[in-house]
């Protein structure tokens, strides 16, 4: 299987376990020990109520960990920064072949997600 798929596979997975862990905990009756702001999410159970509400905030989570992760992204590939004083990329360790491939990761990533 392409590395990079599979790569972009984890990536999407992670964002997915976050959004559900967090939008979960939208609960009254959810184990908050995960969170080290459980007091914050007994605020947002009493105030994110309907299920209107609660698809509004899972949305929104959603959102900002695909912007996080396609920052890192942009990061890795060269496109901030970052790049003026270090330049980094992603290999596979067996073969030290870059995930990169000459191909803007950040990119990618999101023509995945869609393609989901």
Known sequence: MDKQKLLFEQLSEIKDYWVNTSSGSLDDKADLIWSEVEDKYEILQKKLTTQEEKEAYQNVVDEVIKGVMHSILVMIDGGDELA??????????DTNKSLSMQAALHEKFYSFLLEK
Do not use: F, P
């Open 84 to 93: 003026d004083k270090l330049l980094l990329d992603l290999t596979e360790r």
